[in-house]
């Protein structure tokens, strides 16, 4: 699945076993809905995905490609999700308004708000259940989102983390614009 970052809001499927020794291949479904570009794509159990935008998260049926729903939330925010992370029934938003939204994928509920001290980027659950996010200060901040805290800091970073990953060692890599 690819995003619609080139402005026209559209979320994309390809086949890759298609994509081999130079071939071009159109997508094999579109789902739209998007009214702004896309930042966000994340993969949910049971045959579904969600994608972000500036102001919506959508839940799409990944073979039907219908949209299942759409997540919003109230207008007084103003924002924008950056970045998605599924943990079983549950999906985390991050945004550029300091909360991690997390919504309940059964039933498409909101049911936490976790207020952050800086805008994020990125969204990384660790091996041991911990989340890790990408924030616009340069901090990677680790997130116990069960009990809806922050419980360390990794400090070393100048600007905003968009990436993450963690190594088959345990350590944690992070990228941003410094």
């Not at 970052?5 to 997508?27: E, F, I, K, Q, Y």
Request: with cysteine; glycine share 12%.
């Amino acid at each position: 699945l690819s995003g619609g970052g080139g402005g026209d809001d559209v979320v994309r499927m390809h086949d890759l076993s298609a994509a081999h020794g130079g071939a071009s291949v159109p997508p094999t479904r579109e789902y739209r809905g998007h009214t702004d570009s896309v930042k966000a794509i994340v993969e949910l159990p049971g045959g579904r995905f969600a994608s972000a935008d500036g102001g919506t998260i959508r839940v799409w049926a990944l073979e039907s490609g219908a949209c299942l729903a759409t997540l919003t939330w109230p207008p007084r925010y103003l924002s924008e999700a950056t970045c998605l992370l599924a943990i079983g029934d549950a999906l985390v938003s991050g945004d550029r308004m300091c909360p991690l939204r997390v919504w309940d994928t059964r039933t498409y509920d909101a049911i936490a708000t976790i207020k952050t001290p800086s805008h994020l980027y990125s969204l990384l659950r660790l091996t041991d259940g911990t989340v890790a996010s990408g924030d616009i200060d340069g901090v990677v901040r680790l997130w116990d989102w069960h009990r809806r805290e922050c419980v360390g800091e990794l400090r070393g970073r100048a600007k905003f983390v968009r990436n993450l990953a963690q190594l088959p060692d345990g350590r944690l890599a992070s990228a941003s614009s410094d």
